[in-house]
């Protein structure tokens, strides 16, 4: 006679130490976990007066920003529906990518449960509601959600019945709160990391505001020691910068061009990344030969749909059609010319027009103007906002190592399957 399969005990990989004989994790269903509601569905104002209530915005950040909200009249019997420390606000109609995005309330907000999210309201008794907002953050509970959605063009929605039928492990009280802990503790320093970045990046939009004129004036307000007395910066057309290049795109049907080792930028290889060294996309050198080799240190601007997105090919390669390439002279610095294009996105963008697909065709582009000072003082700007530039890189690495070592851990201290 065959024995029955026994199944696969509930535990993680990484435990702590005073854990590691209390046996394995047991599963329930969320909704034994959690009471789950669905929020009051009244029409939403954009702006105030009124009381603020919860909307998908509202957590689309990943935590409660109290800047996103509706507003909506005075209500009877809406008190139930205030906003507690230890709620979690989850995403049940999104698109597929988001559904399932969540946010913890950790501290008192004046803010009521509005349309579109769910609000889990854990039973404190037995379980501690920073453990459960971890495990519905959790990579296999977010998957698991995106799977059981029902799929419409452009949006994806799971009910609250379905939501409550997700089965999650859970060890003991006390192993919740060790956990919860310690990636509360890890959150901590994360959000620490971010801020920096988010200093430096801010430090460099106002110094930017300095270092360039404004509108109207010919000098910035922010000028090196040795330029003081330089005089103002000449007003300068585009085209006088250097060789103005808009790119192109060999036949995509003819293999003969393509998959070789030139770059071949598009809109979509531009990110926030200054420099490029490589694209998705490559040509073969009878592909770049066919539409014209941009040197290194060309200078990208995009002017077509997303205007002035820029960066610097740092390799011999060629663009498309969306992008006007600069080939600066003698006289001009790439990295200022990138700068500068940086500080006047919005001249770009008002040039486009509001068409239905914005586009500043290259004979419009080459004769904007802008003022620009001799090579020297563009060479000390240059340096000192791509200094700054090494320092926001560094930071956002460092954020990024931090996040990766907390998506690591949690694989570690959550059961990856639950075999039932």
Request: glycine share 6%.
């Amino acid at each position: 006679m065959t024995m029955p399969e026994q199944k696969k005990a509930v535990v993680p990989r990484l435990r702590f130490p005073e854990f590691r004989d209390a046996g394995p994790w047991e599963v329930k269903r969320l909704g034994e976990v959690v009471l789950i509601a669905n929020g009051l569905s009244v029409v939403q104002n954009n702006e105030p007066p009124g009381i603020k209530v919860t909307r998908i915005e509202t957590i689309s950040d990943g935590f409660v920003n109290i800047t996103k909200v509706g507003y909506i009249k005075s209500l009877d019997d809406i008190e139930s529906y205030k906003l507690q420390v230890g709620d979690i606000l989850f995403s049940h109609i999104n698109s597929l990518d988001h559904i399932g995005k969540c946010a913890f309330v950790d501290q008192p907000f004046d803010l009521y449960h509005g349309m579109n999210l769910l609000r889990f309201q854990v039973h404190k008794r037995d379980n501690v509601p920073k453990f459960i907002y971890y495990v519905v953050c959790s990579e296999p509970f977010r998957s698991s959600i995106r799977s059981r959605a029902n799929q419409a063009v452009n949006q994806a929605s799971i009910n609250q019945t379905e939501v409550g039928r997700s089965r999650i492990a859970l060890p003991p009280f006390l192993e919740q709160q060790k956990i919860a802990d310690c990636l509360s503790s890890l959150d901590e320093v994360i959000e620490l990391e971010a801020k920096k970045l988010e200093a430096l990046q801010a430090h460099k939009k106002g110094l930017m505001q300095q270092l360039f004129p404004r509108e109207g004036e010919t000098t910035p307000r922010l000028r090196f020691p040795e330029f003081r007395d330089a005089g103002p910066w000449e007003n300068i057309q585009v085209s006088d910068f250097g060789t103005i290049v808009t790119g192109k795109t060999p036949s995509t049907s003819n293999p003969k061009y393509w998959n070789g080792r030139f770059a071949w930028v598009t809109p979509t290889d531009i990110s926030n990344t200054k420099y490029i060294y490589t694209t998705d996309r490559l040509l073969t050198s009878e592909g770049v030969q066919l539409i014209g080799v941009l040197p290194e240190n060309t200078v990208l601007i995009t002017c077509i749909a997303s205007i002035g997105k820029n960066a610097i090919l740092k390799v011999p390669g060629s663009c498309n059609q969306q992008i006007n390439a600069i080939i600066p002279n003698s006289n001009f610095n790439s990295d200022f010319i990138y700068y500068l294009f940086c500080k006047n996105q919005t001249i770009l963008q008002n040039q486009a027009g509001t068409s239905a697909t914005a586009i500043i065709p290259k004979s419009a582009f080459e004769k904007l103007y802008f003022h620009v000072p001799k090579l020297p003082e563009q060479q000390k700007i240059a340096d000192c906002l791509s200094s700054l530039d090494e320092l926001i890189e560094l930071q956002a690495k460092q954020l990024e190592a931090l996040q990766t070592h907390k998506k690591g851990l949690m694989q570690q201290l959550f059961p990856q399957e639950i075999d039932l």
